[in-house]
C-alpha cells in the first residue's frame, strides 16, 4: 500500500518568496489549501504534496497563469534550501548526483536521476501522476529549478539546455519564456528532462557560503508507509486541534471512503492514529518538560485536565502523574 504523497514545508519557500517579489497576498492562497499561514516558522514540517500543489494552483491562476507562475518561480525564487543536499561535493556531476540520491528527505515521492546518452547527460525528474492538481505549474517550476541548478553546480549564470522533455502538453507560454527560447522542447514524454553537455559537469565544484551549507534535517523523513504518513499528515495540520478523516481527505486528496478502507485494510481506525500521536506526545511533554498537567492537557487538546488524566489512564493504566514520577529525571 503506497504511502501519502509528504513534501517538507521549506518547499513553499520559493513560492512565498516569489508572491511576497510581486506584491501578491500569499496567506490568503495558503489559508484557501488549508495551510497553516505560520508553517514556515517550522520549515522541516511535512505536509501532504496535494496539499502543497493545490496552494500553487491557486496562487498560479490568480496571478496570470500557473505555467508562467511555475516558470517565474523557478527563475527567481530562492532555492538555498536544497543546496544543503548537494555539498560536499567535487564537480557539479557529483553534486547533482547527491542531490537525486538525498531527494527523498525533503520530498517522499520525488525522483530524480542522471542519464548519460552519448556526449551528454540527462538531468530527470518523474512527476507524481495520481496528483493532477497543480501538476503543469509544479513541472514548470521544477523545470527551471533543474536550469537553475545546472548554472549554480557550473557557475555558469545564463546557461541553458539545447533540449528539454517535457509530461506536458505543447504550450505557448513555455515556447515564449525568455530562458527557453533556443532550446527545442519535446512535449508529452514520460519524465521532466534537461540536456546537459557531459564535459560542464566534469567542471570543479566550487565552494558556497550558504547558510544552509551543513543544515542539517531534524525531524524524521517521509514515511514509507500508509499509516505513518497518514500520522504525519495529521502531526502537520494543527498544534492542539487534530483534523476530522474528511479534512485530511481534502488536503491529501484522496476520498474519505478509500482512507476508510485503507486503514481497515491495516487493521487501524483513525482514532487509533490520533490516540497514538497524542500519546506519543504526553509522554514527551511528561518526560521531556516542566509543563504541569493542566498545561499538557491545553497542549494536547483536551479540555480539561480530568480528560486527559482519563485518557492517559486507558492508554497505559497509570495515571500521568505516576508515569512522570517513573521517567528518570532530566
Known amino acids: 500500500m503506497k504511502p501519502i504523497p509528504l513534501i517538507r514545508a521549506t518547499q513553499l519557500e520559493p513560492y512565498l518568496t516569489f508572491l511576497g517579489q510581486i506584491g501578491a497576498n500569499s496567506e490568503k492562497f495558503l489559508e484557501q489549501s488549508k495551510i497553516r499561514v505560520d508553517i514556515l516558522t517550522t520549515p522541516e514540517q511535512l505536509l501532504p504534496e496535494y496539499q502543497v500543489w493545490d496552494f500553487i ?17 523557478g527563475l527567481q525564487g530562492n532555492f538555498d534550501f536544497i543546496l544543503g543536499l548537494m555539498y560536499p561535493s567535487l564537480t557539479a556531476y557529483d553534486a547533482l548526483n547527491r542531490l537525486c540520491l538525498l531527494t527523498r528527505l ?14 551528454e547527460i540527462w538531468f530527470c525528474r518523474q512527476g507524481i501522476p495520481e496528483i493532477a492538481i497543480g501538476q503543469q505549474a509544479v513541472e514548470a517550476y521544477t523545470l527551471m529549478l533543474m536550469v537553475n541548478l545546472v548554472r549554480y553546480t557550473t557557475s555558469l549564470k545564463h546557461w541553458q539546455p539545447s533540449k528539454i522533455c517535457l509530461q506536458m502538453k505543447p504550450n505557448s507560454t513555455i515556447e515564449q519564456f525568455k530562458p527557453l527560447q533556443n532550446t527545442r522542447i519535446k512535449y508529452q514524454e514520460q519524465f521532466t528532462a534537461i540536456a546537459i553537455d557531459i564535459t560542464l559537469l566534469s567542471l570543479t565544484q566550487a565552494p558556497t557560503d550558504s547558510p544552509y551549507l551543513f543544515s542539517l534535517i531534524n525531524i524524521s523523513t517521509p514515511a514509507t508507509d500508509f499509516v505513518g504518513s497518514l500520522r504525519q499528515v495529521i502531526q502537520s495540520s494543527s498544534i492542539k486541534k487534530y483534523p476530522t478523516l474528511s479534512e485530511v481527505a481534502k488536503i491529501t486528496g484522496i476520498s474519505s471512503r478509500t482512507l476508510q478502507r ?28 516542566h509543563l504541569n498537567l493542566r498545561e499538557i492537557s491545553e497542549q494536547l487538546g483536551y479540555s480539561t485536565q480530568a ?14 502523574q505516576s508515569f512522570r514520577q517513573l521517567s528518570p529525571e532530566k
Open 262 to 289: 485503507r486503514l481497515r485494510e491495516v487493521g487501524v481506525s483513525y482514532n487509533e492514529v490520533i490516540n497514538q500521536i497524542q500519546f506519543e506526545r504526553a509522554k514527551t511533554l511528561l518526560k521531556d518538560s
Open 57 to 73: 494552483e491557486r496562487a498560479g491562476k490568480a496571478n496570470g497563469s500557473a505555467i508562467e507562475f511555475g516558470l517565474h518561480t
Open 106 to 119: 525533503h520530498s517522499s515521492q520525488a525522483s530524480f536521476w542522471l542519464s548519460q546518452k552519448g556526449s
Open 307 to 320: 480528560h486527559f488524566s482519563r485518557a492517559f489512564k486507558r492508554w497505559t493504566g497509570i495515571t500521568p
